[in-house]
């Protein structure tokens, strides 16, 4: 079974400021989907960012990018020039690709942003 | 944009109780799933559905039944609702293979007195 693991329950970092969120995996796969999901308090989960397991180039998404290691099974988020609004929970999760069973998640970062 | 409606944002309930929470998308997804969000647990997947009629038990389905009549429905059913399963109930739904990406509600927060 595939496992994601957060090692950082909360995180703080200033505002402007740039800060990495951790994020390892384990699957015997080859061919998955990882991403970054963002939870503001009482509101929708909403998706950052994603990564193709199969694509060499890591993703980036205006201030969000990613840095996939794919023998190490890790894949970290970057957050440059923190904003107030970055404010929530941040999840890792897998996929594997053409799996009908969902996602499965890390545990969340807490992410704080001092103004 | 695709929508992904939660019928109840907050539900309070008693013990024993039979407990619906409807999920409805309007994007004609194929995959439809619940899970339940617990402080320091994530979220746990308790039921999907590939198809209509169709349910796959997903790691924490002890205590909740699902059904899918339609496409674009699906319902998590507790049966004999516990204190145990106070929780934030989070639907999602996507396409069977495209990008991968699920598209949530915005949950349910249940309470079990």
């Known amino acids: 079974a595939q496992t994601v693991t957060q090692s950082q329950p909360e995180m703080s970092v200033q505002e402007a400021e740039t800060v990495t969120l951790s994020c390892t995996y384990d699957?015997?796969?080859?061919?998955?989907?990882l991403f970054w999901y963002k939870q503001p308090p009482s509101r929708q989960m909403i998706l950052v960012i994603r990564q193709e397991a199969y694509k060499q180039q890591n993703a980036t998404e205006n201030r969000f990018s990613v840095n996939f290691q794919k023998a190490a099974k890790s894949f970290s988020l970057k957050i440059s020039d923190s904003q107030l609004g970055d404010a929530a929970m941040y999840f890792c999760?897998?996929?594997?690709?053409?799996?009908?069973?969902?996602?499965?998640f890390g545990k969340g970062t807490h992410l704080i942003i001092q103004p | 944009d695709v929508k992904v409606t939660q019928s109840s944002r907050y539900l309070v309930k008693r013990t024993g109780e039979k407990v619906f929470l409807e999920c409805v998308q309007d994007?004609?997804?194929?995959?439809m799933f619940w899970y339940r969000q617990d402080p320091g647990l994530g979220l746990r997947l308790i039921y999907f559905s590939y198809d209509v009629k169709m349910k796959e038990k997903g790691d924490i389905p002890e205590g909740y039944s699902v059904s899918r009549e339609k496409k674009e429905r699906f319902s998590l059913i507790l049966e004999s609702a516990s204190t145990n399963q106070t929780s934030m109930y989070l639907c999602?739904?996507?396409?069977?293979?495209?990008?991968?990406?699920?598209?949530f509600g915005e949950g349910s927060r249940l309470t079990v007195l």
């Open positions: 994007m004609d997804h194929e995959n």
């Open positions: 999760a897998y996929r594997l690709r053409g799996g009908a069973d969902g996602l499965t």
């Open positions: 699957t015997s796969e080859s061919d998955y989907y």
């Open positions: 999602a739904s996507s396409y069977r293979d495209l990008g991968g990406e699920l598209f």
